[in-house]
Structure formats: structure tokens, C-alpha cells
């Protein structure tokens, strides 16, 4: 789930423009991309088959958080060392943070109150969110091929919702929407964290100050479970861990336009998995309405791409003239 996307957004390699890797490996790229998918789909089915097991939300995210602070750390003292966590801009980290939490938690409640394909396919409306959220925030001239993929991008969620038919929870659906939404206003903040954080700065911020809000929450949430739920705890941290480190190689490796298409796998593994776990399978209506969001989130990161594409070639053309 583009969540799910707020791991997803974490990763993005700071002040570089991921865009330009600095060596480009594009099967390699796409390959970690989809394992990627694959990991979020398997944490996501988790955390819905832990919280059928009694284990609530802030737990959830504790031991998540856990995982990604692990693997966030032996990144850094495996690469750029300790000493490249400095920043000067803690409250912008802060900020982040608790909007990240945030965010997660509705994501982590969306997948619990929904089926996994209608919840998968519902976060997939992030990079719409995301256009709007830049054009109204950060001033970004949106022209009439971002706006149509928006107006159509909520078509697709209008046509899974099927709001007053009954097909699907409202009330899970209101949840994966603002999950969509404040995962949205993650991107927003990270592109200006981007501005002068390296990637793996925020990331660490993000994971290692979230456990201690967390950590605080747990004094009166934390529960005693039998082993195979641990089991799931313990798998669930693991698979949200690696995917922040696959996704972060995925985006050093090739350009964002060519393998963020690659999260849209996601929505087959969420169906596999909601079948084979849970017994779950979509609506008619999620068949229709998944693509149409998925062509509209593809449109928005083509003429993204094209645009600054075509501004480093006119930035190009006045250097040399």
C-alpha cells in the first residue's frame, strides 16, 4: 500500500533527485522494488492477523518501529557512520515523526478494519493526495494531465467504496482514506526535509524517536501473548525492516519513475494473501476501481518524470548557450 506509503516515502534519498542515481542497475532496481511490495504486502497481512490474535494497534506499531530502527542503524554504521545523523533541524524530525505515527496507525487500522485488496487498493491513492497537497502547499504548477488523473483517481475510489451501497465498511473506508491523506502530507514534509536531511538522517530520526512516544503508550497497551503470536510480532518487524532497506536500495539503483510501478504488485499479494489468511475475497467493484487508480497514479508519475525531465534539458541548453 502506497502507506502503507509513508515507508515507502522515508526512503527517498534526501537532497539528491532520486531521478539520477549515481549508478544506474535498472533490473536490479525493479527487482528490489518488487520484493519491496512483497514485504509491505506480508507486514501489512500481519499486522491484520496479529490484531486477530489480540493485539492492538500501538503495539503494533512499537514492534514495527523496533524492526525499522534496527535495520536504520546498521545501515548507518555500516555506511555513512553515526556522525552523519547530525541535524540542526530536530523539530522539523519531531514534526515529522508524530505525523508519520500518525499516519502509519490509520494505515495499520485500515488494514484491520478492511479487506486487504480494498485497503491496498485505497492507499493507492497516496500520489493523488500527494499532487494536490503539492499544488496547494508547496505552490507546484499542476497542469490539466495531473488534475485529470486526479479527478479520475477518486473516480476509482468513489467506484470501490460504492459509499451507501454497503459493499464496504464506510467507516474503514473513511479510515483508509485519511490514511491515504496524512500519508500524503508525509511526502509533503519529507520533500522539504529532502532540502538539507540525507535520506538515511531522516529515517533514522523517524524510526528511533518514534519508540519513545511509543514506548510510553506501551506502559498501558502492551499485552501478554502466547508464542506463535509473538511469532507474528517478530515477523511482522522483520518484514516492515527489510522493506525499508530494499526500498532505499530500489531507489539507488534506478529512477523512481521506473520502479515506483512496481508497487502496484502489492495488490495481487494482497489479494493472495487475504484469500489464503483470511478467506477474504474483493468485491467486483475493487477490479474496476484499483486500475483506474493505479492508470491515475502512473499518469501523475509519467508527467512528473517528463516535466523534470524536460527541465534539466532546458537548464541544459542554457549552460551550454
Known amino acids: 500500500m502506497q502507506a502503507v506509503r509513508h515507508a515507502r516515502e522515508d526512503a527517498l534519498t534526501g537532497a539528491r533527485d532520486t531521478d539520477s542515481p549515481v549508478e544506474e542497475h535498472a533490473l ?19 499486522v491484520k492477523l496479529a490484531a486477530t490474535r489480540g493485539v492492538n494497534v500501538v503495539e503494533s506499531l512499537f514492534y514495527r518501529q523496533c524492526g525499522s530502527a534496527l535495520c536504520a542503524t546498521a545501515v548507518v554504521a555500516g555506511g555513512s557512520g553515526f556522525s552523519s545523523l547530525r541535524t540542526e533541524r530536530v523539530w522539523a524530525h519531531v514534526g515529522r515523526m508524530g505525523l508519520g505515527v500518525f499516519a502509519m496507525g490509520l494505515n495499520f487500522l485500515a488494514m484491520i478494519m478492511l479487506p ?5 487498493s485505497i492507499g493507492f491513492s497516496v ?14 504548477p499542476t497542469g490539466r ?11 476509482g475510489v468513489l467506484v470501490i467504496v460504492q459509499p451507501g451501497s454497503g459493499e464496504v465498511p464506510l467507516l474503514g ?14 511526502t509533503i514534509v519529507i520533500r522539504r526535509l529532502g532540502a538539507t536531511e540525507k535520506a538515511t538522517t531522516t529515517v533514522f530520526w523517524f524510526a528511533a524517536s518514534s519508540l519513545v512516544p511509543l514506548g510510553l ?3 498501558g497497551f502492551a499485552g501478554a501473548h502466547d508464542r506463535t503470536t509473538w511469532a507474528i510480532l517478530a515477523g511482522m518487524a522483520l518484514a516492515g525492516g527489510l522493506a525499508q532497506l530494499t526500498l532505499t536500495g530500489a531507489l539507488r539503483l534506478a529512477p523512481v519513475a521506473l520502479v515506483m510501478p512496481m508497487d502496484y504488485t502489492s495488490l495481487l499479494w494482497a489479494v493472495l494473501l ?21 492508470a491515475s ?7 512528473e518524470h517528463h516535466l523534470r525531465k524536460r527541465a534539466a534539458l532546458s537548464a541544459a541548453a542554457q549552460t551550454t548557450s
Not at 493526495?129 to 499544488?135: G, I, M, N, Q, R
Not at 484469500?275 to 486500475?291: D, K, R, V
Not at 497514479?297 to 508527467?303: A, K, Q, Y
Request: aromatic fraction near 10%; charge should be negative.
Open 145 to 155: 494531465w495531473r488534475w485529470g488523473a486526479v479527478a479520475a483517481g477518486f473516480l
Open 217 to 219: 503508550l506501551m506502559l
Open 127 to 140: 500520489p493523488i493526495f500527494s499532487t494536490v497537497l503539492a499544488a496547494s502547499v508547496l505552490g507546484e
Open 274 to 294: 487475504g484469500e489464503w489468511i483470511f478467506g477474504e475475497l474483493p468485491s467486483p467493484w475493487t477490479w474496476i476501481g484499483a486500475p483506474i487508480i493505479i
Open 28 to 46: 536490479a532496481g525493479i527487482g528490489l522494488r518488487l520484493l519491496t511490495a512483497l514485504l509491505l504486502a506480508i507486514m501489512f497481512a500481519l
Open 116 to 120: 486487504l485488496a480494498e485497503a491496498t
Open 297 to 303: 497514479g502512473l499518469v501523475i508519475v509519467w508527467r
Open 173 to 186: 473506508a473513511s479510515v483508509a482514506i485519511a490514511a491515504a491523506l496524512l500519508t500524503a502530507s508525509v
